[in-house]
């Protein structure tokens, strides 16, 4: 059926042109337009569209009357679609970007203005992501605050499914757009993400160039909806979802939003991409979070590789946000939540790590808010989600050096059986905030059994803690920091690094090396 509908797109096609619309069909991808910020140097931007097959497309970048740049290309049979990779530009604007189709001596021209060069973050995930400014701290003093920001331009996609993978977006909530308190504060869980735009806010502090932000979230969403079907089958998830938890509220079935809200900006030059999820997998999934989350993350990064013709760089910087706390309820108790924060790290408390490369983390576990009208598991503070967020992306996206973006993890621990303690060495300098008797576990075996036991804080240095293993009588085999849903208070975990206050991530280690063994 697919042949007949095409002959009669083509003749039907071909008689509005003779009518005068010569430019049927010419177009833009759907997040091409004005106010956008296409990707700065080394990498060239892609531009790309649709139009009448064998045409002949020239894309022409101006500056002001005089034209910098020429790309000519075709558009291809099958897709109908065409595509230039610009020359690598420095970051700054405003430009314009002009198409035009040229088939049987006819022209047709579109155009997009006040375009700019920067870099390009896109921010996906679940309703974490998805909040609004309107719904965090601050919020009147935040929409307020965008006449300085106005070379951040922002676009959200629509949310919309698709069974196969789309070309291009169905839709966009906001098309880009320069900020402004209406389009950042536009209701709950609409556009546009708060924490995407803080993260972009404090990236211009920084780089003082323009920051284009495209936020592709959806609220209660798995993992599994946002990968593709090659990542699933590497990580052997059920093709069809398992029983499904309270926790998934959203679109659930496998590679539905990847499909309809991911796939279609493959083709577009990124600087990289944010990432805040997990919650909808706690109960759902959960042991295959650290092979599903790493699988998502290649999968991405090879897809916008080749999309972009090698522009948007393979591993791409990948920053995500590990789960905030929340609060039990009996329907669904947030159980997996310390297991999620271990697996979005792939096993390892800390990235980047040999099978996440190039990635970065926000620790969030100290940022609960118990009043949030939200729910707890939205916590307002994303100022500081954002703010951890970009000292990662300064370190590991930018190069920063000597920039501390990662909490205090040990890196030594031994075990001093005859004295009762356990002597952790931090990786670097901590701050105790406090002497907490319960938020440090060892695992006590005898008898082949073991059981989580507490493991009060005893004393510390600058860089080492110990910890009173006295209550244990068998072997100590692993201790681990903060393996609960709720940790501490507020910015009142015990252990932080002084200077940047950025908290010690959750931990689990094993003991191996012990006289008491043999
Ligand atoms: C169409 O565009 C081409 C190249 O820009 C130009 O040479 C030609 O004169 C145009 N034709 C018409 C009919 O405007
Ligand atoms: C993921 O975690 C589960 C549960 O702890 C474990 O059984 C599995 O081996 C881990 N898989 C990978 C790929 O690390
Ligand atoms: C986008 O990238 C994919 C994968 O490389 C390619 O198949 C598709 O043709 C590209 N789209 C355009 C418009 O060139
Ligand atoms: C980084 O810090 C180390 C130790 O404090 C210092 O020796 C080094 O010069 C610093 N490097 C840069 C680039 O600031
Ligand atoms: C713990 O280790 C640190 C560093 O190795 C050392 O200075 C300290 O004396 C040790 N504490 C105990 C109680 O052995």
Request: proline share 6%; charged share 15%; hydrophobic share 40%.
């Amino acid at each position: 059926m697919a042949a007949p509908g095409a002959v009669l797109g083509l003749m039907l096609s071909v008689i509005l042109w003779a009518d005068g619309s010569a430019g049927i069909g010419f177009r833009f991808a759907s997040y091409i337009d004005n106010y956008m910020v296409l990707q700065k140097e080394p990498a060239g931007a892609v531009i790309w569209g649709f139009g009448i097959p064998g045409a002949t497309v020239t894309v022409t970048l101006c500056q002001g009357q005089q034209a910098i740049m020429k790309k000519v290309t075709s558009v291809k049979a099958h897709t109908n679609t065409w595509m230039v990779v610009l020359d690598p530009m420095k970051p700054g604007g405003p430009y314009e970007v002009m198409a035009q189709q040229s088939l049987w001596s006819r022209n047709f021209t579109v155009q997009v203005h006040d375009v700019l060069f920067g870099d390009v973050w896109l921010c996906s995930g679940q309703s974490n992501m998805q909040m609004t400014v309107l719904q965090i701290f601050n919020a009147v003093r935040e929409l307020s605050d965008t006449a300085a920001y106005q070379s951040v331009r922002l676009l959200s996609v629509s949310l919309t499914e698709a069974e196969e993978e789309l070309q291009d977006l169905n839709a966009v909530d906001l098309q880009w757009s320069k900020p402004t308190k209406e389009n950042l504060g536009n209701g709950d869980f609409t556009y546009m993400s708060a924490v995407c735009w803080l993260f972009g806010r404090y990236l211009y502090d920084t780089l003082q160039y323009p920051i284009g932000l495209i936020s592709s979230c959806w609220g209660g969403t798995p993992i599994e909806a946002w990968s593709s079907e090659r990542s699933l089958k590497a990580c052997g998830v059920p093709t069809k979802g398992s029983l499904l938890s309270d926790s998934v509220s959203g679109p659930s079935q496998n590679s539905i939003l990847w499909n309809a809200m991911i796939h279609p900006l493959q083709n577009m030059t990124l600087k990289g991409v944010l990432w805040y999820q997990g919650e909808s997998n706690v109960n759902y999934n959960k042991d295959l979070y650290n092979c599903t989350f790493p699988a998502l993350i290649e999968d991405w990064r090879q897809t916008f590789h080749s999309g972009s013709q090698g522009q948007t760089e393979r591993v791409f910087p990948f920053g995500f946000v590990q789960l905030s706390s929340y609060l039990s309820t009996a329907d669904d108790p947030p159980v997996g939540v310390p297991q999620i924060r271990w697996h979005q790290t792939a096993d390892l408390g800390f990235v980047p790590n040999r099978r996440m490369p190039n990635t970065f983390m926000a620790v969030a576990l100290d940022l609960c808010d118990r009043t949030s009208p939200f729910g707890s598991i939205h916590p307002r503070d994303k100022q500081t989600v954002a703010y951890r967020l970009h000292l990662g992306a300064r370190a590991v996206a930018y190069g920063e050096k000597n920039l501390t973006f990662q909490g205090p993890l040990p890196e030594k621990i031994e075990l001093l059986s005859t004295d009762g303690l356990l002597n952790l060495t931090y990786h670097q300098s901590i701050q105790v905030l406090r002497q907490d008797l319960q938020i440090f576990e060892i695992s006590c075996c005898s008898d082949r059994q073991c059981k989580w036991l507490p493991a009060p804080m005893n004393t510390f240095t600058s860089q080492t803690l110990t910890l009173s293993i006295r209550s244990c009588r068998g072997t100590v085999a692993a201790v681990r920091y903060a393996w609960t849903p709720w940790p501490c208070e507020y910015k009142q975990c015990p252990l932080y690094h002084p200077s940047s206050a950025l908290p010690a991530p959750p931990f689990l280690a094993f003991i191996t090396d012990q006289a008491s063994r043999h």
